[in-house]
């Protein structure tokens, strides 16, 4: 069993920059990939971007690649989510998962989720 816990999200004007954090617990983090989706208000939940188990190889999704950056502490079984230059169309809950293979980008392949953290941009 892993026990997700993201933080971090707030109210920041488009243009601005957030960090968010997922504390992991139960098994082994250094055996998982980790990954970042989110959901926006009556949309499906979106991939956003995932890390390779040593964090040497990230992917993102289009729509945040050169504005989101991922990586993850080991030592700390803690991975993040740096995020600038938002927009207000990344309103939306932020979930960090723990998946299983390579750099997985589907939902289906990811074992374990956070309750979530709340990410609102103003314009």
């Known amino acids: 069993q892993v026990q997700l816990v993201e933080s971090g999200g707030g109210l920041v004007q488009a243009g601005g920059s957030l960090r968010l954090s997922c504390a992991a617990s139960?098994?082994?983090?250094?055996?998982?990939?980790m990954g970042w989706f989110r959901q926006a208000p009556g949309k499906e939940r979106e991939f956003v971007a995932v890390?390779?188990?040593?964090?040497?190889?990230?992917y993102y999704a289009d729509s945040v690649k050169g504005r989101f950056t991922i990586s993850r502490d080991n030592a700390k079984n803690t991975v993040y989510l740096q995020m600038n230059n938002l927009k207000p169309e990344d309103t939306a809950v932020y979930y960090c998962a723990a998946g299983s293979g390579v750099l997985p980008s589907r939902e289906y392949e990811y074992d374990y989720w956070g309750q979530g953290t709340q990410v609102t941009v103003s314009s």
């Open positions: 890390i390779s188990r040593s964090g040497l190889t990230p």
């Open positions: 139960g098994r082994t983090f250094s055996s998982s990939p």
